[in-house]
């Protein structure tokens, strides 16, 4: 297991993460949206849909989901191009061949299911920053209470900064944060050094703005169906550019859906064994403990086109 991350052999291996004007599909809640700004506003990608592991929302009908880069989902399929934070491999033994496209930091560092309290603490859209900041991607940020607070929403992480803080040290040097230009090396700083009655204080404001947008506090991440509730999340998107001062187009109007079959069952080895032999497009390892603690996805035969 390597003591840091060598980025300019990722960069080479991941060609495809230098380009500029790349359709993608992200994830429908926080995080996702998140991502997408991130991407569009410094690498100009175009964000084409919506994917959450049941339904595949998209502007139009695609010839292959090869066409899009997946963010926030791991796809597993060779020819696919995906960046997620997922805890995906069930041992060091495990092959996963099919995940020659996909970017993830418990991969990269060879974390598996027998490690799950060394897996990747924070989102998909802190790797993006750290990642883009390798690539020379210069940020201006500023980085007053509401920004910190957005930051340390997706995926729960001010949950992991307060009570996993030797992990969340871990990966910061794994990543090589410390090595980054100042606007991001200050942000992590200030996310892994945040203080309870700071998290409170500003989650306590991001809450009361969610709800006057319409999410529940019970709605965490900010889930929504493209389908169903895209007013409200254009409005998050909004409130999303107007606090990190990135600008994008707005959200795509749904064209296009697909429906596949969701599935969950205990984490075990058996059962992840028999769910890779299915060929799942998409899984996660989401809980040791949870009877739902493997959650994947399969491909209708007559959708087997567009994916295979």
């Keep these: 297991m390597e003591n840091e991350l060598d980025w300019k ?6 060609e495809w993460l230098r380009q500029t004007d790349l359709p993608m599909v992200v994830s429908p809640d926080f995080d996702g949206l998140l991502c997408a700004l991130l991407m569009t506003h410094y690498r100009n990608w175009r964000l084409c849909g919506f994917y959450d592991g049941r339904k595949l929302t998209l502007v139009m009908p695609p010839t292959h989901v090869r066409e899009f880069v997946f963010l926030d989902m791991e796809i597993y399929r060779p020819f696919v ?16 061949p ?4 996909a970017v993830n930091p418990n991969l990269l560092r060879g974390i598996t299911a027998q490690q799950f309290d060394r897996k990747y603490p924070f989102a998909t859209f802190h790797f993006l920053l750290v990642l883009l900041t390798h690539m020379e991607v210069s940020f ?6 509401s920004l910190l607070a957005i930051l340390l929403y997706p995926d729960g992480t001010h949950q992991v900064l307060l009570n996993y803080r030797r992990n969340v040290m871990d990966w910061l040097d794994w990543m090589g944060v410390k090595a980054t230009p100042a606007p991001i090396r200050t942000l992590f700083q200030r996310l892994a050094s945040v203080r309870l009655a700071d998290v409170v204080h500003g989650l ?3 809450s009361g703005q969610l709800q006057e947008i319409g999410f529940r506090q019970k709605d965490d991440p900010c889930k929504f169906d493209p389908e169903v509730d895209l007013p409200k999340a254009q409005a998050l998107w909004q409130f999303l550019q107007q606090n990190t001062g990135w600008q994008s187009p707005s959200l795509p109007l749904p064209n296009w859906t697909a429906i596949f079959d969701v599935r969950s069952t205990a984490l075990k080895a058996a059962s992840y064994r028999q769910m890779l032999e299915q060929n799942p497009l998409s899984f996660a390892l989401t809980s040791r403990s949870r009877e ?3 959650q994947y996805t399969l491909v209708p ?3 087997r086109s567009l994916t295979d």
């Design 9 to 14: 052999r990722l960069l080479s291996e991941q």
């Design 98 to 101: 099919n995940f020659t496209h």
């Design 204 to 206: 306590e404001w991001l």
């Design 81 to 96: 191009r995906s960046i997620g934070n997922h805890l995906l491999q069930w041992s060091q033994r495990t092959l996963l």
């Design 292 to 294: 739902q603690g493997l």
């Design 140 to 145: 201006h940020l500023t980085l007053n209470p």
């Design 301 to 303: 035969q007559k959708l």
